[in-house]
């Protein structure tokens, strides 16, 4: 769900990466509000975080507001979380003192909801005892403080003081708004997207997948605290950060791919349009076209790899696999055989048919057979929503184990 995250960010070099930060969240459909100090405003100019966060960044205690009644206040209420990044020794000092005397510091001191503090700055800096005695003040105060990274830092000097990866940062934000980190631990592959199958070097052979499904359960998963990897065929989203991502182009490279990361996985869950035919032979240049509309051309095809039959032949005795089934009549009687059938622990069967169902749409109507014979029928949701009856699924599969 989208919630409102203030960022806080002061005068350090690292100041610039926050930028990739704000516009990560936003793509979750986060309302980002940009709080900056004076001198942060030497390091990155507000207008840039004004164009990504698509909203007045605000920069001062005494500024006139048109939105808020009394503005350190106002911005305080709306937030469900403050991250302070990059931190600077001066900004940790005035949080652990209680010292409000700007707009940033005035706003933590208002602010009701949980604190994330990513400290940044130079190794001695960091590691003087001042410096960490306010840190550990901050913690005991119950405030998220992330410990820098060590490396090179742009003052020459090499030790702590790095600002940590923004991946790692967004996985902590996201760790922090959504507590329940039920997978935790689990490494989750999803495959999604369609494959393509070459019929010479310009024209290819896919289908109506979009990679909807599989990129909403890799994401939801990655909330859910997984480690996931999501291969996908064609598609024209976005891969969901936090995710190992590996794009393929057909059937036979998808299978190669998950044969190679199978082993090193808890769960496999296919929810790519994997093509079932390949072209037999593949033309070497592009097939010429003819001027007579009744000419014939023939294409000889040959079935592509089932990948989850091949992958739930090599299943490990403690590795969950689910898949789909996309159908268009006896729904339920034809997604039964295809458990069975491809070794799999449940699948999501869905008439595709119906209205609100199947490839490019945004929900999905769908029930989940269970390989002990439970069948969970759900309501029209969005695939988001659908994701997380799955994985709740998964998380109950494990419970029992
Ligand atoms: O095509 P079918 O209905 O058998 O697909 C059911 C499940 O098997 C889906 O999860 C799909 O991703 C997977 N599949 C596969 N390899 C194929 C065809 C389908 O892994 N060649």
């Given amino acids: 769900m989208a919630k409102t995250i203030g960022i806080g960010v002061t005068g350090g070099i690292a100041a610039y990466k926050?930028?990739?930060?704000?516009?990560?969240?936003?793509?979750?459909?986060?309302?980002v509000i940009v709080i900056m100090t004076e001198g942060a405003t030497r390091f990155v100019t507000p207008l840039t975080f004004k164009t990504i966060s698509g909203r007045e960044v605000l920069?001062?205690?005494?500024?006139?507001?048109?939105?808020?009644?009394v503005q350190h206040i106002g911005i305080a209420e709306q937030l469900d979380l403050l991250v302070i990044a990059p931190a600077t020794a001066n900004m940790v000092a005035k949080m652990a003192h209680g010292i409000a005397d700007d707009l940033l510091s005035t706003v933590a001191l208002a602010n009701t909801a949980p604190v994330m503090v990513v400290p940044a700055m130079n190794t001695n800096m960091y590691l003087n005892k001042i410096v960490q005695d306010n840190i550990h003040k901050l913690i005991a105060?119950?405030?998220?403080?992330?410990?820098?990274?060590?490396?090179?830092?742009?003052c020459g000097v090499e030790g702590p003081g790095r600002l940590p990866d923004i991946e790692d940062i967004y996985k902590q934000i996201n760790t922090i708004l959504n507590p329940c980190q039920?997978?935790?631990?689990?490494?989750?592959?999803?495959?999604?997207?369609?494959?393509?199958?070459?019929?010479d070097p310009v024209r290819f052979i896919a289908n109506r997948g979009t990679g909807k499904m599989g990129y909403c359960i890799a994401e939801a998963a990655v909330k859910r605290g997984a480690n996931v990897i999501l291969i996908s065929g064609k598609s024209t989203l976005t891969p969901p950060y936090g995710v190992e991502f590996v794009s393929v182009w057909g059937a036979e490279e998808m299978c190669d791919v998950m044969t190679k990361y199978q082993p090193q996985c808890d769960v496999i869950i296919g929810a790519a349009a994997v093509g079932d035919f390949g072209v037999a032979k593949i033309a070497g240049q592009k097939l010429k076209k003819t001027d007579n509309r009744n000419t014939k051309l023939k294409l000889e095809?040959?079935?592509?790899?089932?990948?989850?039959?091949?992958?739930?032949?090599?299943?490990?005795?403690d590795q969950i696999m689910i898949g789909f089934a996309a159908e268009t009549e006896n729904i339920i009687e034809n997604a039964q055989k295809k458990l069975s059938s491809k070794n799999l622990d449940f699948i999501v069967a869905n008439?595709?048919?119906?209205?609100?169902a199947g490839f490019a749409s945004d929900t999905n109507i769908v029930t989940i057979i269970t390989r002990d014979g439970q069948m969970v029928s759900l309501p029209k949701m969005t695939k988001q929503e659908v994701a997380g009856a799955i994985l709740d699924k998964l998380v109950e599969y494990f419970n029992q184990k």
């Fill in 18 to 31: 926050i930028v990739d930060l704000v516009s990560k969240l936003k793509k979750d459909d986060n309302e």
């Fill in 59 to 69: 920069t001062d205690l005494w500024q006139e507001s048109q939105e808020y009644k």
């Fill in 141 to 154: 105060y119950g405030y998220h403080v992330m410990e820098p990274g060590t490396g090179m830092l742009a």
């Fill in 182 to 199: 039920d997978l935790a631990g689990k490494r989750i592959m999803v495959n999604a997207g369609t494959t393509c199958e070459d019929i």
């Fill in 301 to 317: 095809l040959v079935g592509t790899p089932d990948i989850l039959k091949e992958l739930g032949k090599i299943k490990k005795p």
């Fill in 351 to 356: 008439d595709v048919t119906m209205e609100g």
